[in-house]
Every structure is written in C-alpha cells, then in structure tokens.
C-alpha cells in the first residue's frame, strides 16, 4: 500500500511539474502572466491616475487639449483642493459621512451578529430558509426601497437629518452581512460550544467569549463591507437630505459642484480623491482579514 501511495504522488508531482513547464519559456510567461496582468492593472489603476492628475492640473489644462497632453500635467497645482476645502461646505460633508457610515456599520453589524448565530448555531426550525430570505432582501434595489422608506422618514419626523441615513442604512446592510457572518460562523467547531455548555457557561457567554474572539476576521470583512456601502451610498443621501450643510460627499460633490452645465473638474476630482482615502486606507490595513473571511464565508 505504501509503495501505491509514493507512485501515485510521484505521478501528482510529475503531473504538476508537466503543468508548470508552459510558464518556462519568457514568451510564455509573458503571454499566459505578465500580459494579461498588465492590462487588469492598467484598467483598475487608469481611472484613478486621471482623477489625481485632474485633481492637480490647473483650469487652463482641463480644456486645452491642443496644447497640453490630457495624460499627464505640466506645473501641478493645490488650486482645487485648497478651494474644496476652505471654499465649500467639503469639511462638513466628509464629516457627515463619516458619522452616518461609522453609526450604520455599528447598527449593522450589532443585528447581523444576533441573526447569524441564532441561524447557524442555535438551529431552530426553519433556519435555512430565514437565511435564504435574508440573503434575498439583499437583492431587492434600493431604487424601490427608497419610496416607502421616504414615506416612513417623513412620518418619523427625522427628514433631512443624519439619523434618517442612520437608521435606513441598515435595511441594505444586515441581510449580506447576516449571510457573511453565517458562512464564517459555520466554519467555528461546534465542539467548542458543546464543551463551554458542558461547563454552564450561557449563549450569551458562549457568543461573546467563544464564538466572536473567533470570528473577528468576518467581522471586520462584514465591517469593512458595510463601512464602504454606507460611505458610497448615493440614492438615500440623495432622497433624504435637502440642506447643504447635512450632505454626504456623494452627494454634496455631485449637486453643489455642478452649476447648470459649468462642471467643476479639478474641485470634482479633488473631492473624489479626498472621498476615496479614508476607504483607501481602511482597506490597506485591513485586507489579510477581507480575504481570509471571504473565504472561510464561501468555503462551505
């Protein structure tokens, strides 16, 4: 048995060098890996290469496409971040979306964590399928929600405030979170559970001091997802706020940066880069654990 066992990983590992051997060649490396690499990177880099370099090009450049190469800047200039932020209500907008994205993704994430574990853990009659229907509530568009919920804003009495974003958010958020938790929370060992009953702790006590400790990666994958949706969210922001100083940076940049048909570029592009950052950096701190729970969410 063993002798089967050693020729049949060294057929495996003759196999596998066999597959390997069409990346000996340089021309085939560079057409099977570094051609098609650097087309993916051109085509997810480009659009925000032409948003920094418009963010700095001065106004007599933005136009004059005879004189001056659309692909690159001569004599870059501060001009239109210095006027975003000491000439516009920009400060207060990124302010507001940081408040209202930071308060979503904590609501969102309190609820989802109670939903997933009572679905995959608890095992109550008819789990899966209040899994599967909180998973569809995702798929509904916000462009039919935003009506009724408009009509419940206005009912509330929380029109044009931050709190009609805050508690809104969430109808969109919960339901992929829920089904990212649920997957990460399946891969956990049930024997742990068992054992912490056996021992008298409660679920409370299981969930706080057992089950979440080990499900920190999917939580900050589903915070991470829910921080950026709520920083993006663009319908809601537009349906529920009316006042400038309220505004989020989606839709403060879009309706008073544009007058009529003078598009502002270098302030509109300025604005997108200074919105983009802070998702930048979120993401670069934190994309070992996105990864890592998106797969251990899948997996099963």
């Known amino acids: 048995m063993s002798k089967r066992s050693a020729a049949a990983q060294a057929a495996s590992e ?11 060649t340089v021309p085939r490396r560079i057409l099977t890996i570094y051609l098609p ?10 659009p925000f290469y032409w948003m920094v370099i418009t963010a700095v090009k001065p ?37 507001n979306t940081m408040v209202v994205a930071v308060c979503s993704t904590f609501l969102a994430l309190a609820a989802s964590v109670f939903a997933a574990y009572a679905i995959e853990r608890i095992r109550f009659s008819g789990a899966r399928v209040t899994g599967l229907l909180i998973f569809l509530a995702y798929l509904v568009p916000p462009s039919i929600l935003f009506i009724p919920l408009a009509f419940i804003v206005f009912q509330v009495g929380i029109f044009d405030s931050m709190f009609a974003l805050i508690l809104t958010y969430p109808t969109f958020l919960i339901p992929f979170c829920t089904w990212l938790l649920m997957g990460y929370f399946r891969t956990i060992p049930f024997e742990l559970e068992e054992s912490a009953l056996v021992d008298g702790a409660t679920r409370w006590q299981i969930l706080t001091k057992v089950v979440l400790p080990l499900a920190v990666p999917g939580l900050i994958s589903a915070g991470i997802f829910a921080f950026t949706l709520s920083w993006n969210e663009f319908i809601y922001a537009l349906t529920f706020i009316s006042s400038s100083e309220n505004k989020t940076v989606p839709v403060g940049v879009l309706t008073e940066l544009v007058r009529g048909d003078i598009y502002e570029w270098g302030a509109l592009m300025s604005g997108a880069l200074l919105g983009s950052l802070p998702v930048v950096v979120l993401y670069s701190f934190f994309v070992d654990y996105y990864v890592s729970s998106m797969t251990g969410a899948v997996k099963e």
């Open 59 to 95: 106004d007599n450049q933005l136009t004059d496409y005879q004189t001056y190469s659309p692909f690159w800047v001569v004599g870059p200039t501060l001009e239109h971040i210095k006027y975003l932020l000491f000439e516009t209500s920009y400060p207060g907008w990124l302010w």
């Open 14 to 24: 003759r196999a596998d060098a066999a597959g390997l051997s069409q990346f000996d």
């Open 37 to 46: 690499l650097a087309v993916f990177v051109f085509v997810l880099l480009f």
